[in-house]
C-alpha cells in the first residue's frame, strides 16, 4: 500500500460541495503525480461507475471509484469535508471520501491490498482515527496501516488494522470463516444444539470495494447475532469457492449482489434472500433475519441461471412501481433478440423475394436449392417462427424475473394462450405478472418436508399452470384481446398532425436515456407492431420513425467532435470516432460516455434532434419492417431518401445545440485557470450527473 497513497495525495480541508467536485479535487492530485493521464476521461469513467449504483454509504463514507485505461498504477486519494458531501448514502452526506483508481488491467495483488482497505472502512475505530489525524502524513500513514487506529485496535474481520499490507487477506476471508465456522461447531453446546449456518455471497460491478465491505458487514452482524456466517467474495481479485461441504450444512444463504453470481446454483434448495450489495452493507442483521425467518417457514428456492439486478424482484423497501420496472425489463430484455433475429430474417426474405414471399408454401414441401425464391421463403419463415416466440418469452421472463425458474413455466403457457387467442402483446404482458403472482403466492404456503422436493418440478409448475391457463382462457383473455385490437385499429388510423406527434414523443423517448426503460419503452412499442408476418403500414412507420431517432444521438456527438473537437476531451474525440459506426448501426449506447461526462447539455440537444427525427420520418411516410440494422437495412426502408435526410436534420439539429450550449460554458471553465486544483474544482458549477445507460 505504500506506493497506492501518500501524503501529496491526502486533501484534510476538502472544499468541494458536490461529488463532482470532489472526485475532481482528488483526481487532479493523482493527475500531478502522474498517476492518471488523463483527467476528464478519468472523471468520465468514475461518473460511469457511479450511474450503476451510488457510491455512498452508511456512516459518512463516500468511495467513487472505477477501473480506467487513463490510470497508470493503483491509486488512493482521501479526502476529509468539513460540510459533508451527498454521494447518496441513506443516512446523510459523507465525510471521508476515498477516490480509488484502479488501470485497466491491475493484477491481483493490487486489487485485494484495496480491498482489505474496503474491508477496514467497515471498522469504526479506523474512520474514527481517519476523523481526527491532524495531518496528511497521519491520514495516509493510518491507510496504509503503518500506524493503528488506537491501542490494541482490531480491523473487525479479526485482523489487524494494518492487514492492508496482507495481500492475500481478501481471497482467504472465505477459508478463514470456515475455520472459524468449524471451531465453533466443535464447541458446540452441551446440549449437543449448534447455531445457525448462513452462506453468503457478495459482488459489485467493478469489485473492488463494495463486494467486501459488503463481505464485512455480514460477517460483523453473523458474530453478533451468534449464527456461523461464511462470506463468498466474489470481486476483481478472483474469488475462492466456498467448500462444498459447508454449503451443504448451512441452513440459509445470502446473496448480496449487482452482478450475476457465478455457479449459483451450487446453492439451490436452501432458503434464499437475493439482494443488492448495498443492503448487505446497510443491513445486514434485517437480512439474517430474514433468512431465519425463511428457514422457519420452510421457504427454499430452486437452482436457477444466474441473475442480474434487473430481473431480481427488487431489495425489501423499493417501491412497487419500481419492482413493475424490474420484472417488466427483465421479460423485454430476453425478448429483444428474439425480436432482432427474427425481425431481420422477416426482412432480408422480402428484400429478395418480395412482398408476396409471405404467401409461399412451405419451405419442407417445396424447395429449390437454385431459386432465390426458395431462399427467401426459407428466411421468411424462420424468421416468422422467430417472431412467434416473442409474446410466450416476455410473459416467461416477467414472471421469471418475479419468482425465478418457478415462474418460467407458467410464464410461457400464459405467453403462449396470449398469443393463440390473439391478445398479442399486451397479453403478454398480463400473463406474465399473473404467474409471476401466482408462483410467488404458492412460495408463501409452509410445505411439510416431505413434499419439498419435488415443489419446483412438479407441484408448483401444475398448479401455476393450470391457474394461469383458466385465468387466460376464460376471464381476462377475451377483454385483453379486445383492448390489444383496438391498439391496432387506432394505430392503423393515425394519419396528419397525430402521426407526426407521435413519431415526436417516440423521438423524445428514444433519446431520453440512451438504451435504458425509457428507450427500450418506446422501442418494444414499435416491434410489437412488426411482430407479424403483415403488419400493417403504421406499425411499420412507427418502427421506422424509433430507428431514426435512436441513431441520431451518437451520430451528432461523432459529428460534433469532428467539426468542435476543442470543445470535447482527447478521449471523448476518441470515442466520437467509435460513435460514427455504433450511430449507423443503431445502437444509442454509443453516446452514453458523452451524456455522462455532461448530461445537462448532451440530453436536452439529443432529445430535441430525435423528436425533429421522428416527426419528419412520421411525415414523409418513411417505412421498415426489420427492428435493427440502422443504415444496413436502408434497402428495407420504404422512401429511404427522405428518410436518411430526416436522420440528417436531426442529426445536424442535435450537433448544433450541443457545440452551442458547450460554446457557452468555455468562457466559465476558463475562468479559475491557475488556481489551485482545489480550488478550481469547488468553483466549478458544472454538475456533471451521470446518466443509467
Known amino acids: 500500500m505504500s506506493d497506492m497513497i501518500t501524503a501529496d495525495l491526502v486533501d484534510l480541508d476538502l472544499s468541494a460541495d458536490t461529488k463532482e467536485a470532489a472526485a475532481r479535487a482528488l483526481a487532479e492530485r493523482m493527475v500531478a503525480l502522474g498517476r492518471v493521464t488523463d483527467l476528464e476521461g478519468f472523471l468520465a469513467d468514475v461518473a460511469a461507475r457511479e450511474a450503476q449504483m451510488p457510491t455512498g454509504l452508511d456512516g459518512g463514507i463516500g468511495i467513487p471509484h472505477c477501473r480506467s485505461a487513463h490510470v497508470t498504477e493503483p491509486t ?48 469504526s475505530e479506523f474512520t474514527d482515527a481517519l476523523r481526527s489525524a491532524g495531518d496528511a502524513a497521519t491520514a495516509a500513514a493510518l491507510i496504509r496501516g503503518d500506524e493503528t487506529p488506537a491501542k490494541g485496535a482490531q480491523a473487525a474481520a479479526g485482523a489487524p488494522a494494518g492487514a492492508a499490507q496482507n495481500t492475500a487477506a481478501a481471497p482467504a476471508a472465505a477459508s478463514a470463516g470456515t475455520a472459524a465456522a468449524n471451531t465453533s461447531t466443535d464447541s458446540g453446546s ?159 426474405g422480402f428484400a429478395i423475394g418480395g412482398y408476396q414471399v409471405n404467401k409461399a408454401p412451405s419451405v419442407m414441401d417445396h424447395f429449390v436449392w437454385t431459386q432465390g425464391d426458395s431462399w427467401a421463403a426459407l428466411l421468411f419463415q424462420i424468421g416468422v417462427v422467430s417472431f412467434g416466440f416473442l409474446v410466450p418469452v416476455l410473459a416467461g421472463y416477467i414472471a421469471y424475473g418475479m419468482a425465478d425458474r418457478p415462474g418460467l413455466v407458467p410464464g410461457f403457457v400464459g405467453g403462449m394462450i396470449a398469443s393463440t387467442i390473439g391478445a398479442g402483446f399486451l397479453g403478454g404482458l398480463v400473463a406474465g405478472l399473473i404467474a409471476g403472482g401466482v408462483v410467488m403466492s404458492i412460495q408463501k404456503v409452509k410445505i411439510p418436508a416431505a413434499v419439498r422436493g419435488i415443489m419446483p418440478v412438479v407441484v408448483i409448475p401444475l398448479i401455476s399452470s393450470a391457474i394461469v391457463g383458466f385465468l387466460m382462457f376464460v376471464v381476462i383473455g377475451k377483454p385483453i384481446a379486445s383492448a390489444q385490437k383496438g391498439l391496432t385499429d387506432w394505430l392503423n388510423g393515425l394519419s396528419g398532425s397525430n402521426a407526426i406527434l407521435l413519431g415526436a414523443l417516440l423521438g423524445l423517448m428514444m433519446c431520453f436515456d440512451l438504451g435504458g426503460p425509457v428507450n427500450k419503452v418506446a422501442y418494444t412499442f414499435a416491434t410489437a407492431g ?30 460534433a467532435t469532428t467539426v468542435r473537437g476543442k470543445l470535447f476531451t482527447e478521449t471523448e474525440r476518441e470515442n466520437g470516432k467509435a460513435a460514427w459506426v455504433l450511430g449507423a448501426s443503431f445502437i444509442s449506447e454509443g453516446a452514453i460516455p458523452f451524456a455522462a461526462a455532461d448530461p445537462l447539455r448532451v440530453i436536452p440537444s439529443s432529445m430535441v434532434g430525435g423528436a425533429v427525427t421522428g416527426a419528419l420520418s412520421m411525415a414523409f411516410g418513411a417505412t421498415l419492417r426489420a427492428p435493427h440494422g440502422g443504415i444496413f437495412v436502408v434497402p428495407l426502408i420504404g422512401s429511404p431518401f427522405l428518410y436518411l435526410i430526416a436522420i440528417a436534420v436531426g442529426v445536424c439539429v442535435t450537433t448544433a445545440l450541443v457545440v452551442i450550449l458547450k460554446g457557452l460554458r468555455k468562457p466559465a471553465q476558463q475562468t479559475p485557470a491557475g488556481g489551485s486544483a482545489a480550488g478550481r474544482a469547488a468553483t466549478s458549477k458544472e454538475a456533471k450527473q451521470p446518466v443509467a445507460a
Open 190 to 348: 452441551d446440549a449437543g444444539e449448534r447455531p445457525f449456518r448462513i452462506v453468503a455471497v457478495t459482488s459489485c460491478p467493478t469489485g473492488i470495494a463494495h463486494t467486501y465491505m459488503a463481505a464485512e458487514s455480514l460477517e460483523n452482524a453473523g458474530r453478533e447475532a451468534g449464527v456461523e456466517l461464511v462470506v463468498e467474495t466474489q470481486g476483481s481479485a478472483g474469488f475462492t469457492r466456498l467448500d462444498p461441504d459447508v454449503i451443504a450444512a448451512a441452513d440459509g444463504v445470502i446473496f448480496a449482489h449487482d452482478v450475476p453470481v457465478r455457479d449459483k446454483d451450487r446453492f439451490a434448495g436452501k432458503p434464499t434472500v437475493d439482494v443488492g450489495v448495498k443492503a448487505g452493507i446497510n443491513r445486514p442483521a434485517e437480512l439474517i433475519g430474514d433468512v431465519r425467518a425463511k428457514a422457519a417457514r420452510g421457504e427454499v428456492t430452486s437452482g436457477s441461471a444466474p441473475s442480474t439486478p434487473v430481473e431480481r424482484a427488487g431489495e425489501a423497501g423499493e417501491g412497487y412501481g419500481t419492482k413493475l420496472r424490474k420484472w417488466l425489463m427483465s421479460g423485454v430484455s430476453y425478448m429483444v433478440p428474439f425480436v432482432a433475429a427474427g425481425g431481420l430474417l422477416i426482412a432480408l
Open 530 to 559: 412488426i411482430a407479424v408476418s403483415n403488419p400493417s403500414d403504421s406499425a411499420m412507420k412507427i418502427m421506422a420513425a424509433v430507428m431514426a431517432a435512436g441513431m441520431v444521438p451518437p451520430l451528432a456527438m461523432a459529428l
Open 76 to 123: 488512493l486519494a482521501f479526502g476529509r469535508s468539513a460540510a459533508g458531501i451527498d454521494f447518496g448514502a441513506a443516512d446523510g452526506p459523507a465525510d471521508l471520501i476515498f477516490l480509488i483508481a484502479a488501470p485497466a488491467g491491475a493484477d491481483d495483488a493490487h486489487l485485494t491490498i484495496l480491498s482489505s482497505l474496503a474491508r477496514q472502512l467497515m471498522n
